[in-house]
């Protein structure tokens, strides 16, 4: 080596240190890789990517070739480096202090630190390219590194570890949740919220979205022939519930369409409305939305009826109360439905005590707690454990209310004031 130009062996270390770097680069850029784009790149037919999935396959041989190379190209580099200073300065303990310090901060900034940080910055840009470089020497070290990692699988056994064990990457909902809410900019908002909501079907019950009872719009089947007549004729719904008596009796469900066709609107009475009678679909209280969801698509309905596990009726479920919390409202509401918030002059809103409280959260803005009572009224009934008076004020999660009404001991109209600003 004495006869070697020092030019010679200043460029052999600049290439030993460029080496170092690939190998670097190429390992933290590999393991930086978003596991799920690279599979999709993959099912897209992208190149780089599929030959990416191939190396990280195997891990242990990736890493065993990346390793191997940059361990001998160090050793190496160091070895050239104290050579070039004996050559340069002699043969001092000095000297090689000095090299081994010089060797080791070249080899930590150009070699390792700033690789792995492009690496880990940019790691699509690199690791594909890299790809068709790692997966030769692969080939020509396996040999070496299938020695290496007889040792390696041997140390990990004693440790009781299987690296192969956890190659699918899952995730959890609520990962799932995160990775949507960080994906804000590639995402539009609208398509977010949607995503979101299909989240919470799981948690959200068939209670949480249903048209409490005493909202829901009904016939008595007993009523005279007028008053079917009328109620049918000022309908804002499709489908209405029929009953007899009392509403814990439902009989059946009735399309207004189909009695018109029958009667061709002159005559309406009992006897129609059994015509085109179809029988009721109970839906249990505690459903998971997503499951009810389901359930509607194999029974081929839009409409259930609510009960508890007494039979008694509780409320009243749609497919369009389902598609709403998924996508928001719709454009076109009942009258019922968009009385139920006033808003005054003064700031404060007028709520019916039945409103659910997810509708209040979702239209109003407001943060009502969702873990116990559904209403409104079963909030305020919660919190004194008694039925108050007209008048009485109170603040529930943080928020002013005042009780305009009470009524057959339910309240029926609430004031929620402007919140207190501290």
Known sequence: MDDIPISTLLITLVVLLVISAFFSISETSMMALNRYRLRHLTKTGHRGARLASQLLARVDRLLGVVLLGNTLVNAGATTLAT??????????????SLSTAVVTFLLLVFSE??????????????AFPAGYILAPL???????????????RGLLWLMRLQPHSNQAHTLSMEELRTLILEGGNFLPQKHQN???????????????????????????????????????????????????????????????????????????????LTEVLREPYFIPMGTPLLTQLQNFQEQQDRMGLVVDEYGELKGLLTLEDILEEIIG???????????????????????EGGTLL???????????????????????????????????????????????????RVIKSVRLLPPDKD
């Open 83 to 96: 050579v070039i200073a004996i050559r340069l300065f002699g043969g001092g303990e000095l000297v090689l």
């Open 113 to 126: 630190i700033t690789p792995k940080v492009i690496g880990a910055t940019r790691p699509e840009m690199i």
């Open 138 to 152: 692969l080939k020509l070290a396996y040999p070496v590194t299938w020695f290496v990692n007889l040792f390696v």
């Open 194 to 272: 949607i995503l979101l909501n299909l989240f919470d079907l799981e948690s959200i019950t068939v209670e949480d979205a249903m048209t409490p009872r005493n909202q829901i719009e009904a016939i008595d089947i007993e009523s005279p022939p007028d008053e079917i007549r009328r109620q049918i004729a000022i309908s804002n719904h499709t489908r209405l519930p029929v009953y007899r008596e009392r509403l814990d009796d439902i009989i059946g469900i009735v399309h207004v369409r189909k009695v018109l066709n029958l009667s061709e609107g002159e005559h309406i009475d009992a006897k129609t």
């Open 329 to 351: 409202e719709f454009t076109t509401q009942s009258p019922l439905q968009t009385a139920r918030f006033r808003r005054m002059e003064d700031g404060s809103i007028i709520v």
């Open 358 to 408: 997810r509708d209040m959260n979702r239209k109003l803005g407001y943060k009502f707690p969702l873990d116990g009572p559904k209403t409104l009224n079963g909030l305020i009934l919660e919190h004194f454990q008694d039925i108050p008076e007209s008048g009485t004020s109170l603040k529930l999660a943080g928020y002013p209310l005042e009780v305009l009404q009470t009524q057959d």
